[in-house]
């Protein structure tokens, strides 16, 4: 069965603090997907990473892939308020189809 | 302004009432793709389209058609709404059938059926 894993799915956390969100994934791939999605809002693309040790960074935020392990992580760096939303992981398995994380709930506090 | 538009925004409706929930892009997209999401379980991909009068099914198509007759829409039609298809629905499109890019979503249609 194709399963997408977000870990942990809700996380509070302080400001300036530094924490990882970990997606597993059960089929071959090599291309996945980081959104975010602020409360009422759509979905806004984050991160594409398209092959193994694909890294990227944004800011505060860098999300990597490791093919092999099937693990894609989202790495927050000295935590604010503003990165508070759901993050969500989708990984590519057929070209047109997405499999999705159940998302990741994160709340910064000042 | 680059965008995916969705209507209506809300929508409450009554079992088995047909309605349609329009989508449009002006990127010129050629993928296109229909998601409902609900709680706990991300989201769900109901139908895809790579290009003009192609579609093929996603994940949970039961109780939904779509048609594209055109490159810039993609309209999600219940023929017959059940309760178990209240949610929220977004639209995506993305530039390239491969998916290599990442997908623009529309701001979400939410739908209750009593």
């Known amino acids: 069965e194709l399963k997408v894993e977000q870990n942990p799915l809700f996380l509070s956390m302080q400001e300036g603090k530094n924490y990882t969100i970990y997606c597993n994934y059960s089929?071959?791939?090599?291309?996945l997907y980081w959104y975010r999605q602020d409360p009422g809002k759509s979905l806004e693309s984050l991160f594409v990473?398209?092959?193994n040790g694909a890294v990227k960074q944004e800011g505060r935020l860098m999300a990597s892939l490791d093919t092999k392990a099937r693990l894609s992580t989202l790495h927050i760096t000295a935590a604010v308020h503003d990165l508070s939303a759901t993050y969500f992981c989708?990984?590519?398995?057929?070209?047109?189809?997405?499999?999705w994380g159940a998302g990741t709930k994160l709340i910064i506090k000042p | 302004e680059a965008q995916v538009t969705q209507n209506p925004r809300y929508l409450i409706t009554v079992t088995g009432k047909k309605l349609t929930v329009t989508c449009s892009q002006n990127?010129?997209?050629?993928?296109m793709s229909w998601y409902r999401q609900d709680p706990g379980l991300g989201l769900r991909q109901i139908y895809y389209?790579?290009?003009?009068?192609?579609?093929d099914k996603g994940d949970v198509p039961e109780g939904y058609k779509v048609s594209r007759k055109e490159k810039r829409n993609f309209p999600l039609i219940l023929e017959s709404p059940s309760p178990n298809q209240t949610s929220l629905y977004f639209c995506?499109?993305?530039?390239?059938?491969?998916?290599?890019?990442?997908?623009?979503f529309g701001p979400g249609t939410r739908l209750t059926v009593t």
């Open positions: 995506a499109s993305s530039l390239v059938p491969g998916l290599s890019y990442e997908q623009y």
């Open positions: 990127m010129n997209h050629e993928y």
């Open positions: 990473l398209l092959s």
């Open positions: 989708a990984v590519d398995y057929s070209n047109y189809q997405l499999i």
């Open positions: 089929t071959t791939s090599d291309r």
């Open positions: 389209s790579m290009n003009v009068e192609v579609t």
